[in-house]
């Protein structure tokens, strides 16, 4: 099955202790399209601006992914700068310019409206919605957020969430939600709008995913040296619906084993700049990494 | 084979959101010896002041605890006063009055000198070594620290190190042993030292074992209530060093699962004030919730 992702490409400038780059490649649909086109056919709905240059993404093209829906407007593509701190467990962002992405309003063709998986980026709540009003019929819709909706568009997003099967969210987002720190409660209250399910990225401390019937936890892929975080969550995202894309049924063994692949592909990301790490990985890379996981995480009877 | 724990015996006064107790039975050693109860029997080496009634850790004796290594000395038990915070994820320690722990110079008895397993508590480092001149063919010897040995007994901490077998320390105890804020270079650092394992516990966020050809992680045991997070790093150890008490083997797989054992321990000290759960605990339910454990963690080919 494919997938269809509504999110931004962008030009990052990004420093952390290990360096600096300027006008990367990056973007929400961007890192999420590079970790799940190791897996499924992905299409890309995103604008970007008249200075773009599609040649940046046509490794992404070469794996399959269809980029029929990228926008080119006029004006400059969303640019982001951020500074992380010395241990790159926080961040500043210096800048974000939304450029032609303020502008962006997305008609889905026909095809579009019926994909089978949708994966709705930290984009405006409002925008979500105009992407979920057209899209009928899809077996699974995961969706993302940032705090600055859930400060300032608390009602509208909350109002997505039950029309999305999956929400992935950060700690410090889901505790900013439901104003609840233990991250059990917080996932138990968000699921009552509405969702599935409610991932909840912890990043080098994994993940917790909160059903209504069950729980599962999940450590995350323990690496000693990390270059760039950002696009980390995106391709935990992109890993997740790209496993699910291909696997015989949407249940919730396919979810847990989708959130080994997410933070298999987010422990990639964070090897190098932006999405340079993706450029060159290969499925076998990933799934011996996907072994290594498993050696790393077995005890007995688990 | 049986445990001999080095460790407090002590009377906690302590404050959390969730209510107040003072002068309750705490201290490493009875959360320890608490916690292995269930898999082997312990003896405890401890100091007690004359103001102790033994008849507090009766529980223990019933279950095969030996506390003849219990030294009244005259004066008072060891007292600790601790408020957490509102998300219990940090606490402050307001007093500590070590009484006669002060004084407490243990020479242990010939069969104590033989033990098969020894867990040292937090204690002294001075301590800890004069405990490990003493002991000889030890099969398994865990022990532990705290902030406060790190800051002012830093090369003691370290001299002791390449005389057990696990060090136990949680993530920022690990970081201010090392300057490594990663915690899997913190791990390889201190393994430098010359344990064969660094087991770092990270409270709700898991735990990180390094060895030198290998790396295991395993998330916490997810809770949505917590009642008093005191104890719960000593009653891991209790459960970690009960499990491989009565482990067939001393090797890395006893290890990994003696910590999901540890994190099962923990996860039940939490849910009331001091060692008040660990009471009337059985061994059923220690084991329903291992098997929980393994169910929330499951995953394909995991």
Chains 1, 2 share one sequence.
């Not at 939600?177 to 509405?194: D, M, P, S």
């Not at 994994?206 to 936890?217: A, E, Y």
């Not at 000693?224 to 063994?253: I, K």
């Not at 847990?256 to 964070?270: D, H, L, N, Q």
Request: proline share 3%; net charge negative; aromatic share 10%.
């Amino acid at each position: 099955m494919s997938i269809l992702v509504v999110g931004s490409v962008a030009y990052d400038t990004i420093r952390t202790p290990t360096g600096e780059v300027q006008d990367a490649l990056g973007g929400s649909a961007t890192y999420f399209s590079a970790a799940a086109s190791f897996f499924a056919p992905v299409k890309i709905i995103a604008a970007i601006g008249d200075d773009f240059s599609r040649e940046q993404l046509s490794f992404l093209g070469e794996r399959g992914t269809d980029l029929d829906g990228l926008h080119m407007m006029p004006g400059k593509t969303f640019r982001w700068t951020g500074v992380y701190n010395e241990n790159m467990n926080e961040r500043q962002t210096v800048c974000t310019e939304l450029n032609v992405f303020e502008r962006f309003q997305p008609h889905l063709s026909e095809g579009e409206t019926h994909t089978p998986l949708l994966f709705l980026a930290n984009i405006d709540p409002d925008l979500q919605n105009r992407i979920l009003d057209q899209v009928q019929g899809a077996r699974l819709i995961m969706s993302n957020t940032i705090h600055l909706w859930i400060e300032k568009k608390r009602e509208t997003f909350l109002s997505t969430l039950d029309r999305v099967t999956v929400l992935m969210i950060n700690d410090s987002e889901a505790r900013a939600l439901t104003g609840e720190y233990n991250l059990l409660k917080a996932g138990r209250r968000i699921l009552l709008f509405g969702p599935k399910a409610v991932l909840i990225t912890k990043g080098d401390n994994g993940v917790l995913m909160v059903m209504k019937d069950s729980v599962f936890t999940l450590p995350a892929y323990p690496k000693e040296e990390v270059c760039d975080p950002t696009g980390a969550g995106d391709s935990f995202a992109g890993g997740f619906m790209g496993y699910a894309a291909q696997a015989s049924a949407l249940n919730e063994m396919t979810y847990r084993t989708a959130a080994v692949y997410g933070s298999i592909m987010a422990s990639f990301t964070i090897e190098a700049f932006g999405v340079e790490r993706l450029r060159d990985l290969t499925r076998q890379e990933i799934e011996k990494r996907y072994r290594e996981f498993v050696e790393i995480t077995r005890f007995q009877g688990g």
